[in-house]
């Protein structure tokens, strides 16, 4: 018997960035770079990163409920990038690199909204976070070389400079 898996569409910046920390979380059984929060139907790459279509740079983060809350998820999603930025992260900076939450259902919604009053409180950053928190309408999934992209490509200079300092800062991958 398969344990049923839930799942949350987030972007926190670079897609590279954010799959490659979620695949390093026991209880992610799935990752999908993709495309979500705009307007172009079939986004690709090259449009989205022109910033023009709305759309963010995500990642679809598959999950057993039973081993991984969703509030668990969450406060990875808060540590892995920074929450406060509009429309930037580190240098990669425009609208499909914000910080975004697109909940499927009204549970995930008020768990995320919850999740964010938590880190507002909490004072972890001096300022108030930016991220938007959205139904999903439609999740289209980036061109197949995106997938595992850190994994394939550790040696490029975004994965050395970039990810592979994030992964180390939060514990998930060692020299």
């Known amino acids: ?10 972007g926190g910046g670079c897609f590279w960035c954010l799959e490659a ?6 209880g ?14 079939n986004p690709d790459y090259k449009t989205v990163c022109a910033g023009d279509t709305g759309h963010a740079e995500v990642v679809e983060i598959g999950f057993r409920p039973s081993m991984l809350s969703l509030n668990a998820v969450l406060d990875i999603f808060w540590m892995a990038h920074d929450p406060t930025t509009p429309d930037r992260q580190g240098n990669d900076v425009g609208p499909q690199y914000r910080s975004i939450i697109l909940y499927a259902n009204q549970t995930q919604k008020t ?3 919850a999740s964010m009053a938590a880190l507002e409180r909490s004072n972890t ?6 991220t938007q928190i959205v139904p999903l309408e439609t999740f ?5 070389y995106h997938k595992d992209y850190f994994e394939g490509n550790r040696t490029q200079g975004y994965c050395r400079l970039v990810i592979a ?6 514990n ?3 020299d």
């Open 21 to 26: 920390v979620y695949k390093r979380i026991e």
């Open 28 to 41: 992610v059984v799935t990752t999908r770079p993709g495309y979500a929060g705009g307007y172009l139907e």
């Open 172 to 174: 998930l991958m060692k």
């Open 111 to 113: 768990i995320a909204e």
């Open 125 to 130: 950053y001096s300022v108030p976070p930016v």
């Open 140 to 144: 289209w999934p980036a061109e197949a």
């Open 1 to 10: 018997m398969t344990e049923d898996l839930d799942h949350i569409v987030l």
């Open 165 to 170: 300092p994030k992964l180390r800062k939060l």
